[in-house]
């Protein structure tokens, strides 16, 4: 009787033993791979949203701001060079150094790429901002094209820079130096930070466009040796008493020529101002 009571205990710790086994493996191994696997795809997610961070928050440098305004205005410029003579490297390297390459305050709220103040002659619409002295008047143009086309409009347009016109059109670096002269700008490192644009940039290449290469080397040594008046350099300065008709007529052109020539639709002209007649 013992013996079976014995036998009775063994079987029942042998069969008690081998019913829990599978119940400790069971529970750990599923419990061990989710924690594994969830841990693994918040280290994917984390990553994955960090990459994506950096990519949108990516803002660009300042050559590449510098770079896309070239690429956008580069065509108007040689359009003004062919229309009125002005180099197409300083057109937009005044742009660049005046309106930050589009990203300063005047170019963003005025449109204004040149810096260029109302004066007394300007009678469309204002913005004020501190410059030399307080609360300054600028321009404010619809569109940056206009700016453009004002630009032309002052350097051809008055006296005081009549002696640009006399430079050769290669000739980045007597512009630049001209300009100052002339009180475009009243910093000292005018000329300078203009042909460092123009060179850092490679600006004289829409010159050579212009010009073609060869022409812009052979027009650059005839000019050199020669003082051409504005009549040669393709400008006439208005004297009292003349009218589109009797400048149209002098130079073989027709008044709506004449008017195209040099973008204008009214009939009022004024002593001093400049015409494009070639």
Known sequence: MLKKIILFLLIGTIIGCGSSKPVIVTTKQPVNWKYSKTKQNNKQVKKESSSNAIVTSRTMTTNEVT????????????????????????????????????????????????????????????????????????????????????HAMVLTGKKRYSNLFTLPKGDYKAWARGLKDAGYATDPRYPEKLISYIESYNLSQFDAKVLGNKMAKEEAKVLLNDNFDADQAGLYEIQKGDTFYSVSKKFNLSVDELKQKNNLSENALSIGQKLIVK
């Open 67 to 150: 770079n896309a305004y070239i690429a956008q205005y580069n065509a108007v410029a040689m359009a003004n060079m062919k229309a009125y003579g002005i180099p197409a490297s300083i057109i937009l390297a005044q742009g660049i150094l005046e309106s930050g390459a589009g990203k300063g305050d005047l170019a963003v709220t005025a449109n204004n790429h040149f810096g260029i103040k109302c004066h007394n002659d300007w009678t469309g619409d204002k913005v004020y901002k501190d410059d030399d002295s307080l609360q300054e008047c600028f321009r404010k143009y619809n569109q940056a094209s206009e700016s453009y086309q004002d």
